[in-house]
């Protein structure tokens, strides 16, 4: 995934091999970097300068060359988009109520439109977005909801049963028993059960998830920390649900004065090293 807002793309691809050194202390995620950049399908935005920027790890800074705009946001995306490449990483997002999580995850799931810039994903790259607030039309019935974006081609018989199949599964472990039941007559919670058994059926590559386990009982999310803990994908979340984060999450990201501030490790190693950094 990558987010860019620049119009020199040349000077961006140079800066950022330039600077992947420092950036990207590891050859695996240099190689990685570069492999994005070459088959990113394209990058423009608004006119950038180049500068030095500050990329925040584990609560230290480090200095590394970059590209940058008039926002300070821009360093955000890039420290966001080097964590979310890797496959392996179950991301959170952490803030005070109001510095934007929800926003930054409509953009990237593509439902908001940034002010300014453009999020790019690599060609082939299924994205599958829960928000907190999901909709279906109210005389959908559910098992159609499940099947909404999830099944790639309806007349493909044998892809539908498998889906449907799939679906009955997870919905019975969300406690959604009618399938023929519509929308419009579930509540709140029911829906968020019904949006979430959908996202997961959609088998995507980068799932975002905004407060998966409101609505969810303990039989309920101890399910869902063991399917996600099962499948090969990336994880992007917010969640205000410590238990579940800290059995489910493996990078914390901070959203604290319009910086990023990178954790890798789980809930309790957030606590102790955001004290030192505060400190």
């Known amino acids: 995934i990558m987010m860019t807002a620049y119009s020199d793309t040349p000077k961006v691809v140079r800066a950022i091999k330039a600077g992947a050194t420092d950036f990207l202390p590891k050859p695996w995620e240099r190689s990685q970097l570069m492999a994005m950049l070459s088959s990113a399908m394209r990058l423009k935005g608004l006119g950038c300068e180049e500068s030095t920027a500050r990329v925040q790890s584990s609560g230290t800074s480090h200095a590394a060359p970059e590209i940058i705009g008039e926002s300070e946001s821009m360093q955000q995306?890039?420290?966001?988009?080097?964590?979310?490449?890797?496959?392996?990483?179950?991301?959170?997002?952490?803030?005070?109520?109001?510095?934007?999580?929800?926003?930054?995850?409509?953009?990237?799931?593509?439902?908001?439109?940034?002010?300014e810039g453009e999020v790019v994903l690599r060609s082939g790259i299924r994205v599958g977005y829960l928000s907190q607030t999901p909709e279906f039309p109210s005389e959908m019935s559910v098992m159609d909801a499940c099947f909404w974006h999830a099944c790639q081609d309806r007349n493909d018989t044998e892809e539908a049963l498998d889906l449907e199949v799939r679906s009955k599964q997870i919905l019975g472990k969300l406690k959604i028993g009618d399938t023929t039941r519509k929308m419009g007559v579930l509540s709140g919670g029911q829906v968020k059960r019904v949006a979430l058994a959908n996202v997961l059926l959609q088998n995507?590559?980068?799932?975002?998830?905004?407060e998966p386990t409101n609505h969810l009982d303990l039989e309920m999310i101890e399910w869902l920390e063991g399917y996600l803990g099962r499948?090969?994908?990336?994880?992007?979340?917010?969640?205000?649900?410590?238990?579940?984060?800290?059995?489910?999450?493996?990078?914390?990201l901070e959203m604290d004065d319009q910086t990023l501030y990178t954790y890798r490790g789980n809930?309790?190693?957030y606590l102790e090293k955001r004290q030192e950094r505060i400190d």
């Open 77 to 115: 995306l890039l420290t966001l988009a080097r964590e979310v490449a890797k496959t392996d990483a179950n991301i959170l997002i952490l803030g005070e109520n109001g510095t934007g999580k929800t926003t930054l995850l409509n953009i990237l799931a593509g439902v908001d439109e940034p002010d």
């Open 231 to 252: 499948q090969c994908i990336t994880l992007l979340m917010v969640t205000h649900d410590r238990y579940f984060l800290d059995r489910v999450c493996n990078v914390i």
């Open 204 to 210: 995507p590559d980068l799932l975002i998830l905004d």
């Open 267 to 269: 809930y309790a190693y």
